[in-house]
């Protein structure tokens, strides 16, 4: 199982996040009142699920001995009624025929961040009683 922690870190909004050996910081723009510490929750989403689509897009391209250099993916999401709509640009560097792209573009529907976002997800929230010393 994948484990983060995320704790408040004083400020209005921002969280100081730890991830394995990582420590990064979340935050809001000033436009909704954070300090603009770090990536929004949302952009942190985005860079998952771009970061998996490259990511496998290397992996199976290694596997098929493809001559694929440079993935780059661009990201955005927008919310509209309770929906929420996310685009993935991809742009493929390599000397590849149209079909590797194609097949490539396809692939990176599998990841599986892509997968976790596209599927039914439980999320169970439990409450911990915090002590004084905590």
């Given at each position: ?21 990582f ?46 250099e ?65």
């Amino acid at each position: 199982m994948t484990s983060v922690r995320v704790v408040s870190d004083g400020s209005r909004f921002g969280q100081a996040i730890t991830i394995r050996q990582f420590q990064m910081t979340a935050d809001e723009p000033p436009s909704v009142g954070g300090d603009d510490a770090g990536p929004t929750p949302m952009e942190y989403i985005l860079a998952g699920l771009g970061s998996c689509k490259a990511m496998t897009l290397q992996m199976y391209a290694e596997r098929k001995g493809w001559p694929l250099e440079q993935v780059t993916v661009e990201l955005s999401y927008e919310a509209h009624q309770g929906e929420y709509r996310m685009e993935a640009q991809l742009t493929l560097k390599g000397d590849l025929d149209d079909a590797q792209r194609q097949r490539l573009r396809e692939i990176s529907d599998r990841c599986p961040v892509h997968k976790m976002l596209t599927a039914p997800v439980q999320i169970q929230t439990a409450l911990v009683a915090a002590t004084a010393t905590d």
